[in-house]
């Protein structure tokens, strides 16, 4: 069974940072690609950034120059570093993973199989 499972949210103030890290058991996804979605309160799933097999990596605009995406060399954890963090960064944060994830669809959410079940972050002063 794939279990993805996310940790280090948290309550931070603007400016500040941190880094969410995203395990998966089960299988890897070595031929496919994982990314992090968030979900503001009142608002659908939106793209946050993503990495593929080959280490390639995309950002969404608002987010480029702040955070970086990155895998450990075993492919079995992803992470989200996240720095100067801003209000409008407040949301749940999900992690999915896939295989078989075209480029095309790499910032949609229905391409991504599996989910882990989200972490917290709060950025207020």
């Known amino acids: 069974q794939v279990q993805l499972v996310e940790s280090g949210g948290g309550l931070v103030q603007p400016g500040e940072s941190l880094k969410l890290s995203c395990s998966t058991s089960?299988?890897?996804?070595?031929?496919?690609?994982m990314g992090w979605f968030r979900q503001p309160p009142g608002k659908e799933r939106e793209f946050v950034a993503a990495?593929?097999?080959?280490?390639?990596?995309y950002y969404t605009d608002s987010v480029k120059g702040r955070f970086t995406i990155s895998k450990n060399s075993a492919k079995t954890t992803v992470y989200l570093q996240m720095n100067n963090l801003k209000p409008e960064d407040t949301a749940v944060y999900y992690c999915g993973a896939g295989s078989g994830i075209i480029l095309s669809s790499i910032r949609n959410p229905s391409a991504y199989n599996y989910w882990g079940q989200g972490t917290q972050v709060t950025v207020s002063s």
């Open positions: 089960g299988r890897t996804f070595s031929s496919g690609a």
């Open positions: 990495i593929r097999y080959n280490g390639y990596t």
